[in-house]
């Protein structure tokens, strides 16, 4: 058994080699390379040819191809290893990426670990060279271990994921195989802030988290990314940051105050987006406030999310549309 399974969900081709070229690159050496291949073309088995004689690297269909985030879900299933790595297919690692997640996880026994990325275009021109997406949490060069309430409320208090893309991210496999659905929140599927529900599913499991000061991976930004404005599933990148602080603000994991900082701030971005994303209304409509059953995270919310989460589902897949997102338990 490979020490970590480094996950390749491939939709695109265009980066594919770079992403490859630089696992195999790595410094730390026990690792299998599994590529699911997510597209209904061929680009990517065409990729793949010059690569079928190293044994390390494994190359499937993804049995659901274009299914959201299915082949996420199939990697995990697949792999061997003891940690999970995903890189995705525009993206790539720097030298020691596993060498000091691996470390990390050993040394503070934690579930997941992670470091920072960089940020380029299409490509590969630098855009952003400090850490992830918020303050640097680690100075570069060091290691930290933070509860996993403490990520919690970095997270959702500055509606901002300070871990990082699944990248940026080693895992356990013992904790995230048992999940449901891995990549989700208390077993909803996340349409958009897929890797901050795996992260606070985790957190509120007591799991701690271990934060390495180095730059590990670089995070390509560009248009044709499910992540860009222009996608239907960016609606659901706003109103998910919502259920997040509404069950922090249930859970006492953010005060009184900071919910509605963070309030305050979604209220602006549906106002700014809700021309083009007319679900967002609801939201907006209500407000903030809590439930009538006084709780935030109530069933009177839960009710505009599932309604929201279909209109984007409709949108994104079109006649294909199936529900992604069960019911979350609250």
């Known amino acids: 058994m490979p020490e970590v399974s480094v996950l390749i969900p491939a939709f695109k081709a265009h980066h594919l080699d770079l992403a490859i070229t630089s696992i195999l690159a790595q410094t730390f050496k026990d690792f299998e390379v599994i590529v699911a291949d997510d597209s209904d073309g061929f680009e990517i088995e065409s990729v793949m040819e010059k690569w079928e004689a190293d044994r390390r690297i494994i190359f499937c269909k993804a049995p659901r191809p274009k299914y959201l985030w299915s082949s996420w879900d199939y990697l995990i299933e697949r792999s061997e290893g003891r940690y999970l790595k995903f890189c995705f297919d525009d993206d790539f690692l720097m030298p020691r990426?596993?060498?000091?997640?691996?470390?990390?996880?050993?040394?503070?026994?934690?579930?997941?670990?992670?470091?920072?990325?960089?940020?380029?275009?299409?490509?590969?021109?630098?855009?952003?060279?400090?850490?992830?997406?918020?303050?640097?949490?680690?100075?570069?060069?060091?290691?930290?271990?933070?509860?996993?309430?403490?990520?919690?409320?970095?997270?959702?208090?500055?509606?901002h994921n300070v871990v990082g893309e699944p990248t940026c991210v080693l895992l356990d496999a013992n904790a995230v195989k048992p999940l449901e659905v891995p990549f989700g929140f208390h077993g909803r599927r996340m349409l958009y802030l897929t890797d901050v529900g795996l992260y606070m599913t985790l957190a509120d499991s007591g799991a701690n988290f271990a934060c390495v000061g180095y730059r590990g991976s670089v995070f390509r930004s560009h248009d044709n990314q499910t992540s860009s404005s222009s996608c239907a599933l960016f609606s659901a990148g706003q109103y998910e940051w919502e259920m997040f602080a509404r069950w922090a603000a249930d859970e006492g994991l953010i005060e009184e105050d900071e919910y509605l900082s963070v309030m305050a701030d979604l209220l602006d971005r549906y106002e700014r987006y809700g021309e083009d994303f007319p679900e967002l209304k609801s939201f907006l409509e209500m407000g903030g406030r809590r439930c009538i059953d006084g709780r935030y995270l109530g069933e009177e919310f839960m009710t505009i999310l599932e309604e929201a989460d279909k209109h984007v589902e409709e949108e994104f897949f079109g006649l294909e549309s199936v529900s992604a997102a069960s019911r979350l338990s609250i």
């Open 97 to 159: 990426s596993l060498e000091y997640l691996v470390a990390a996880s050993k040394s503070y026994q934690v579930p997941i670990a992670f470091h920072y990325r960089s940020v380029a275009d299409f490509d590969g021109l630098a855009m952003q060279l400090r850490s992830n997406p918020a303050t640097r949490m680690v100075p570069m060069g060091q290691t930290t271990e933070f509860q996993g309430a403490e990520i919690a409320r970095a997270v959702i208090g500055n509606s």
